[in-house]
């Protein structure tokens, strides 16, 4: 297993472990740094409970004194925590430091460091305690390690020590689970270090003193800042998840730093030591993190060899460094681009976005051409990196995430964006940074940040474009290409150059006219229009096609689940969504492939009808010869040939036509043979189709049950249908069959159209035309008892649930081999997907499909077919006679009463099942205003259910009792 | 004939072959004097012992949004593919952890993904009933995107499961939830042959997962929501050669035991069974014991390189690693430090046996590796 072997050569892994001290507050003196002598070494009192397994056993490891030739001791001991009692911990050498930075009579005791040599072999055994318990005690420690150096940044000294301590236990302790120790050699037990130094403190924290001094570090430092190194690596692991705020992830240790910058006595190497973070720590809680610096200015971070002319790979966000032999064990798999593993999830450093996606030459010879191009896609385009919409004010408002798209995605978007404050002039485009003159011309009329301020360029001419306040080039460039700007006037200025003095009617002129202007606004270095700046009606169809990158799309993508028993019309509902939204709802090839479809079901229809005619032929046959028999009997037993014709006889040539049609069909591969074939016998199919024969047997479609109820309507233009040059139409596709069902499962990608006149009434309005909603139909086969795909949509927002109206006296045979009613079949499945773990708490609607041809059949056969719908006992005795008028508007026909019940039929079922309002809709599914309203109005639910998180919880307890009562 | 005679003809035969089935298996039971524990116990034989640093975690593969479905490592490199719901596949370089592709799927619901013998290509299957071939040295288009190299279509149901035939790079055998399984070839995307459906005697519903015996790579076994576990030969395409009835519930993952002779299989009963495909008969039960009711299910097993480690995910996170001599658990992958916090839902042995991979729906995966001195078994 040679790539596996986590030798520690490889990387140099240092591993430290620290225990948690939560004992009570320390009552001796503390870290009596004077000159340890081991049998006064404080021992360590009682082991946290909380994050040890009961099994531990706690050996001492002797400290080793490290002699310091400045007369520093550094007295540190070490304790480390065998996690199993069963098998031996033994960590063959441990190096421990005294420090003693003894200036200052106070002097406290970190219970925070552990260093073992990187060379030796140590065998730990792990414990069995779980992560969890120390990622809530990391998290305690580094919050209150923040409120701590709070505090010490105040005094200035370090009173608290024992409360600090104690906290530093806690965060060293939590280090100990790390990706990294575990890849070296999975260790788990902890070791207790203390450290003492003393704590005084300058109000010069924030500045890194590391950087601007230069020392060489002995041996003994660097083994001890590599370990806290791989503390520190380790301790962030968990940060991602726990989402607090980067500042918290100060660690309490960093005032050992700020300690060393103040006192200028002390010597770089002590600083060196004993620094471990290089927070840049403001009481304003600024957002940056920064990373720990514990080596010598210039080495890398983690294994503090080299200097600063050796090549090194920086953190985007934390700004470490590191070197070529440590850049992949710190950053990981890098699935945010060059990311401490501590960083990942953090928003980057904005000062290096200018190098997103930027290779360094490092990378290029540690890692493949692939992979490096991988890291910098996912640099460039993964969402943690990406401009935090509040980073940006425009016109004095920070955007929200949806301003900063619309801004980032339209037609002429502002280039390079970077974090700062900005003026847009919404009705020109203009736009500049605030109190500066304009930079560029965008998009008009986006919808993004607050009104223009009038100083927002900051200028003093008194002359205003659109409200602002222009800036003296401006004006100069103004006057410069002939605008009459005496008297201080205020112009309108129209995205088209246009421009008007205010509450004046006429159009004084086009500024961007002039072929002079633009050579003027390039002197000047003013901007000029984009050749691509269009009329703002372009642009909003540009919005519907445009790509959109992965980590918008899936911020603004929405999932509508479409789910249905065979038969409810969910592909015809998917057919028409793709017909309403999408500009070209089929490509030409899936034409072609329809049209395939289309043709082959065609030769299906004329198959069974075929197959009916043989059978209305031999039972009239038989009838013949009844009467036959009863007429003449034959002597010979020969029939006469002539007698066997019936109307449903076919001449010879079709015979043969018809024999291997079936044969093919019984056979099973009509669709293989099948293109071939179209071309060859589309002249027969026209014979066959006008033939009596088939006329007849046609005529008792009804009788045949295989043929589905639009064969008709394909049978009826079977011959158009069956030309090699037919081109089937959207009605053609809406009507075909197993279009969609080819696959298991179909999606398509749409968005609502802006109903366009009025379109930029609403602010909100604008805000849907991103949204884009994914509709996703899934087969109902397959959709059985322990369906194990269905929890892939869990992400899904809603679904869809499509029944048939017209099943309701229909019957299939179900899975047991019982004849069921295909109403309750669905109401099975409805049940089922109601309540399937992964769809709890998820909106359902209900689509009640096919109201016309319910509509028809209401009226012929009673709904109580249905067992469920048995007590439908309309109130139309009265109304009866009169729907016959047709003139009564106000009595509702029988089909809208009958949905309404099925409707309160499935309702009653749903709130049963969970106590939610079920949502209702009526589909004709051939016809595309239905279809839109329904989808329209799952657009309204999803909205609804956003908003609803706004509402106070009382707001909401309002509106539930009221859902329930309409019920 | 009339329908009725051939339906009352039809129940009466049903029930005949139920009664065979069960005498059958009445059979096989007074035949089983022993299995493999016991008879491993009788030879007083010692399980092995696994110190928690044996096996550690060696590598966090971070990079998907999504839950990760399936892995598979490439046969000679120390590559990963890895598929996954956030609708990618991502190959990545399993020593220094890095992505060499992320492929954007058309369908993002993908179960299933292989790596070519070549290491040259990826398969991927899912609910959209396609599978997936992916030429890894074909160019990007112009979104970046790796375009599909060829679309193996046929099945009705979703695949569930794909596997490269070893050594041959044009074929593959893919199991589907429409009940049969399919060996293709991939330069015609033709079908060569189907195993199992309407009219042949198979699996009668979902198949969910097949594995190639590596020795002899004409064999090979599904597993089926219908409880059982289907050996075919790949010349007999009309009837399994041997169905291996035992579990209780639906066999989730199927695996060859590396002699060829044997295969594992994991289910939702909670259990991992090893079976005997020359006998047909179930040699060993590996199942633990559990208080509580909710038993979590068996969702991918793989055999380290000698048989003698099993290693099993589970639907609640843990991943045993069986001593199959012995039926015992040596290690809880799930209870070692930085292990996945969600199910483990995939998992497989580099092609040496020198590292683990599970994938998670954590959205990670993990590599773990003899952290020991031990030698491999």
Redesign the interface.
Same mark, same amino acid.
Request: hydrophobic share 35%; glycine share 10%.
């Given at each position: +297993? /040679? /790539?596996?072997?986590?030798s520690d050569a490889d990387y140099g892994a240092e591993f430290s472990f620290a225990v948690e001290y939560s004992g009570p507050p320390v009552t001796y003196d503390l870290p009596c740094a004077v000159p340890i002598k081991v049998e006064r070494i404080p021992v360590a009192a009682a082991v946290a409970q909380v994050s040890l397994s009961d099994k531990l056993s706690l050996p001492v490891v002797q400290p080793l004194l490290a002699p310091d030739p400045r007369g520093k001791k550094f007295s540190k001991e070490l304790k480390t925590l065998g996690s199993?009692s069963s $098998?031996l911990v033994s960590p063959t050498s441990v190096i421990a430091f005294d420090r003693n930075n003894g200036r200052d009579c106070k002097e406290l005791e970190l219970v925070s460091e552990a260093t073992v040599s990187p060379t030796s072999v140590i065998?730990?055994?792990?414990g =069995?305690t779980s992560?969890r318990c120390y990622f809530r005690s990391d998290e305690l420690s580094s919050s209150r390690a923040l409120e701590f150096s709070n505090g010490q940044y105040a005094s200035g000294e370090l009173c608290d020590v024992a409360n600090s301590s104690r906290e530093f236990g806690f965060s060293s302790i939590s280090h100990e689970?790390? #990706?990294e120790l %575990? !890849?070296g050699? @999975?260790?788990?037990s902890t070791i207790e270090f203390s450290d003492s130094f003393d704590k005084s403190l300058t109000s010069s924290l924030a500045s890194r003193v590391s950087c601007s001094q230069k020392e060489s570090l002995d041996t003994n430092n660097d083994l001890s800042q590599a370990d806290w190194v791989s503390n520190e690596s380790v301790s962030s692991f968990d940060y991602p998840s726990s989402q607090v705020s980067s500042m918290k992830v100060v660690d309490g240790n960093n005032e050992s730093k700020c300690e060393l910058i103040r006192t200028p006595v002390v010597t770089f190497r002590d600083f060196e030591s004993v620094d471990a973070f290089d927070e840049e720590y403001t009481q304003d809680a600024s957002e940056k993190r920064m990373p720990q610096v514990k080596g010598k200015k210039g080495s890398c971070y983690r294994c503090f060899m080299g200097n600063r002319f050796s090549e090194k790979e920086v953190c985007i966000v934390c700004d470490a460094k590191y070197c070529s032999n440590c850049v %992949?064990r710190a950053m !990981?798999? +890098? #699935?945010e681009g060059r990311k401490c593993v501590t960083c990942?999830g953090f928003p980057i450093d904005e000062s290096k976005r200018g190098n997103l996606g930027k290779c360094s030459r490092m990378l290029k010879r540690?890692? =493949?051409d %692939?992979?490096v191009r991988?890291?910098m896609? $996912?640099e460039k385009l993964c969402d943690a990196n990406q401009l935090p919409p509040e980073y940006i004010c425009v016109n004095a408002q920070p955007l929200s995430h949806e301003e900063l798209i619309i801004l980032q995605t339209c037609a002429n978007p502002p280039e390079k964006l970077k974090p700062g404050k900005y003026w847009y002039d919404k009705v020109s485009g203009l736009w500049g940074k605030e109190g500066q003159k304009p930079s560029k011309i965008i998009s008009p009329h986006l919808n993004v940040g607050g009104p223009i301020k009038p100083d927002a360029s900051n200028g003093n001419t008194q002359v205003f474009i659109n409200g602002r306040e222009i800036t003296k080039v401006e004006l100069r460039m103004l006057q410069l290409s002939g605008v009459q700007c005496a008297g201080n006037p205020h112009f309108w200025l129209h995205d088209d150059g246009s421009y008007q003095e205010e509450g004046q009617k006429n159009t004084r002129g086009y500024l961007w006219g002039k072929a002079g202007t633009k050579l003027v606004c390039a002197l000047l270095s003013l901007p000029v229009p984009s050749k691509f700046s269009n009329s703002c009606g372009e642009q909003g169809s540009n919005i519907v096609n445009r $790509?959109v990158p992965?980590y918008l799309q899936?911020r603004i993508l929405q999932k509508l689940l479409l789910v249905g028993y065979n038969g409810s019309g969910t592909s015809t509902i998917f057919k028409q969504a793709k017909i309403l939204y999408n500009e070209v709802p089929f490509s030409a090839e899936e034409r072609e492939n329809i049209k395939l479809k289309i043709q082959s079901n065609v030769y299906g229809y004329l198959g069974i009808l075929l197959e009916g005619r043989e059978i209305f032929e031999e039972e009239e046959l038989i009838d013949l010869k009844k009467k036959h028999c009863s007429r003449i009997i034959d002597p010979s037993g020969n029939t006469g040939n002539n007698d066997d014709k019936t109307i449903y006889s076919v001449g010879p040539r079709l015979k043969v036509f018809s024999d291997w049609l079936l044969k093919t069909m019984v056979s099973g591969n009509l669709e293989t043979i099948f293109p071939a074939a179209t071309r060859e016998y589309a002249p027969l199919v026209e014979e066959l189709w006008n033939d009596p024969a088939i006329q007849a047997t046609y005529n008792r479609r009804s009788e045949l049950e295989m043929l589905p109820t639009v064969a008709s309507y394909f049978l009826e233009r079977a011959i158009t249908v069956l030309r090699t040059d037919y081109e089937p139409s959207n009605l053609d596709i809406l009507n075909a069959e197993g279009v969609t069902s %080819?696959? *298991?499962?179909a999606?398509v990608d749409f968005s609502f159209p802006q109903s366009a006149p009025d379109a930029d009434i609403d602010a909100a309005d604008q805000h849907d035309s991103l949204l884009r909603y994914q509709l996703i139909r899934?087969h109902a086969? @397959?959709l *059985?008892e322990?369906c194990?795909?269905l929890e +892939?949509f869990e992400?899904v927002g809603m679904v869809i649930f499509c029944v048939a109206l017209s099943d309701y006296d229909q019957f299939s045979v179900d899975g047991n081999g019982s004849i069921t009613n295909k109403m309750v079949q669905s109401r099975q499945l409805f049940e089922f997907i109601v309540n399937h773990s992964t769809f709890d708490q998820m909106d359902f609607l209900l689509i009640l499909n096919k109201f016309d041809l319910f509509e028809e059949k209401i009226e012929r056969v009673p709904l109580t077919q249905c067992d469920w719908f048995h007590d439908f006992h309309p109130v139309l005795g009265r109304h009866h006679s009169n729907s016959n008028s047709n003139s009564i508007n106000n009595s509702p026909s029988l089909g809208h009463l009958a949905s309404h019940y099925i409707a309160v039929k499935f309702k009653r079922l749903y709130s049963s099942l969970t106590g939610r309002k079920l949502y209702v809709s009526l589909v004709k599914g051939l016809e595309p205003d239905t279809v839109d309203a329904a989808l329209k109005y799952a657009r309204e639910i999803l909205k609804w259910d956003e908003e609803r998180a706004n509402f106070s919880l009382s707001e909401y307890s309002i509106y539930s009792t009221e859902v329930s009562s309409s019920q | 004939m009339s329908v009725a005679e051939l339906k009352d003809r039809h129940v009466a035969a049903t029930e005949t072959v139920n009664a065979l089935r069960e005498r059958l298996k009445q059979k096989r039971l007074s035949l089983l004097d022993t299995d493999v524990a016991g008879y491993a116990i009788s030879k007083s034989r010692t399980s092995v012992s696994f110190g928690p640093t044996d096996l550690v975690c060696c590598r966090t593969l971070q990079g998907h949004t999504g839950k990760v479905y399936s892995l598979d490592w490439t046969p000679e490199k120390n590559r990963i593919v890895s598929a996954s719901q956030d609708g990618r596949l991502i190959v990545w370089n399993a020593l220094t952890s890095q992505k060499t592709h992320a492929i954007k799927l058309p369908c993002a619901w993908v179960m299933t993904c292989a790596f070519s013998p070549s290491g040259q290509s990826v398969a991927c299957g899912g609910l959209d009933s396609v599978c997936s071939i992916f030429n890894l040295n074909s160019p990007m288009d112009k979104d970046g995107n790796l375009p599909m190299s060829k679309m193996l279509s046929g099945h009705k149901g979703y695949v569930s499961s794909c596997q490269y035939v070893p050594d041959e790079e044009t074929r593959l055998i893919t199991s589907s939830g429409d009940h049969t399984c399919v060996l293709w070839d991939i330069t015609t995307g033709l079908r060569i042959s189907l195993f199992g459906g309407e009219f042949q005697s198979g699996h009668t519903a979902d198949v969910l997962s097949v594995s190639i015996n590596g020795s002899n790579s004409r064999m090979f076994v599904s597993g089926s929501c219908d409880a059982t576990a289907c050996l075919w030969d790949t010349r007999v395409a009309s009837r399994a050669v041997r169905t291996f009835h035992g579990h209780e519930g639906d066999v989730n993952t199927v695996k060859f035991f590396p002699d060829g002779n044997r295969f594992g299989t994991g289910s939702d009963d909670g259990t991992c069974r090893l079976f005997d495909i020359r006998t047909g008969h179930q040699l060993q039960v590996y199942h633990q014991q559990n208080n509580d009711n909710d038993v979590p299910h068996v969702t991918s097993i793989a055999f380290s390189i000698s048989g003698r480690l099993l290693f099993a995910g589970y639907s609640n996170g843990d991943c045993y690693v069986w001593d199959t001599l012995l039926a015992t658990v040596v290690l809880n992958l799930g209870s070692l430090q930085n292990s996945h916090e969600a199910r483990i839902s995939c998992l497989g042995l580099s092609a040496d046996g020198s590292a683990l991979c599970t994938g998670s729906w954590d959205a990670n995966l993990k590599i773990w590796a003899f952290g020991g001195h031990r030698t491999v078994i």
């Open positions: +297993m /040679p /790539p596996f072997e986590t199993d $098998t065998a730990f055994e792990e =069995n992560n689970h790390s #990706p %575990l !890849g050699a @999975g260790i788990s %992949l !990981g798999s +890098m #699935p990942i540690l890692l =493949n %692939l992979e991988q890291i896609r $996912t $790509t992965d899936q %080819l696959n *298991g499962l999606c899934v086969r @397959g *059985g322990n194990k795909w +892939m992400d | -």
